[in-house]
């Protein structure tokens, strides 16, 4: 039986690890509608996506932010560039754990790789599942309430 137990938890572990290859520029395909193709957003309506997020990824109350976005959504006012956005971002409750994280890796390497912390860690699909299952009853409004709990951290160019 523990024989039975180790091989059905080793093999869910295989197939996690290798769905972490999931392509996380397909998956953005799901936000650029309001996000844009270049994740630059629309002023005034949806934040840009770009040259802001490395410091959130470099703390643990900011990754577990970014996890949260994706997972329960995001409301409320929030400053971006020195401008604001009020707005509502449905949860992406489509979005399976490596998915998410695949998708989060995108936006990071791609449009904020220079105000990544040295060292930066990617997302894991355990990573968002532990996270997902820590804060699994918040809503979008609370989500906002855990951006303004983000340390703000120097990292390379911000
Ligand atoms: C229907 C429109 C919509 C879609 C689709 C959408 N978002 Fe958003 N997103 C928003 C809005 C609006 C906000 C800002 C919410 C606010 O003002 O409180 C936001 C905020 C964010 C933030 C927080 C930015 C910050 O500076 O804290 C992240 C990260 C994010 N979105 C990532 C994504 C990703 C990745 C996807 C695709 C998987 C996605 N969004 C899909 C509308 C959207």
Not at 13 to 20: E, H, I, K
Not at 31 to 34: F, G, L, N, P
Not at 36 to 45: I, L, M, S
Not at 140 to 143: G, I, R
């Given at each position: 039986?523990?024989?039975y137990i180790?091989a059905?938890?080793?093999?869910a572990?295989?197939?996690?690890?290798?769905?972490?290859t999931v392509?996380?520029s397909a998956?953005?395909?799901r936000?650029?509608?309001?996000h844009?193709?270049?994740?630059?957003?629309?002023?005034?309506?949806f934040p840009?996506?770009?040259r802001?997020?490395?410091p959130?990824?470099?703390?643990v109350?900011g990754?577990e932010?970014l996890?949260m976005?994706l997972?329960?959504g995001?409301?409320?006012e929030?400053?971006v560039?020195g401008k604001?956005?009020r707005?509502m971002m449905?949860?992406?409750?489509?979005?399976?754990p490596p998915?998410?994280?695949?998708v989060?890796?995108?936006?990071?390497?791609?449009w904020n790789?220079?105000?990544?912390?040295?060292?930066?860690?990617?997302f894991?699909?355990q990573?968002?599942?532990?996270?997902r299952?820590?804060?699994?009853?918040i809503r979008?409004?609370?989500?906002r309430?855990?951006?303004?709990k983000i340390?703000t951290?120097?990292?390379r160019?911000?």
């Open positions: 039986m523990l024989r180790l059905v938890s080793c093999l572990w295989s197939v996690s690890v290798a769905a972490q392509d996380g998956i953005f395909k936000c650029v509608a309001c844009q193709a270049n994740g630059a957003g629309v002023q005034g309506a840009p996506l770009t802001h997020l490395g959130k990824a470099a703390s109350a990754r932010y996890i976005v997972s329960a995001l409301s409320g929030i400053s560039d604001n956005y707005g449905p949860a992406q409750a489509g979005l399976k998915e998410m994280a695949a989060l890796n995108h936006v990071l390497s791609t790789a220079d105000t990544l912390p040295k060292g930066w860690i990617p894991t699909a990573e968002v599942q532990v996270v299952d820590k804060y699994k009853n979008a409004t609370d989500v309430v855990m951006r303004e340390p951290l120097k990292t160019s911000k």
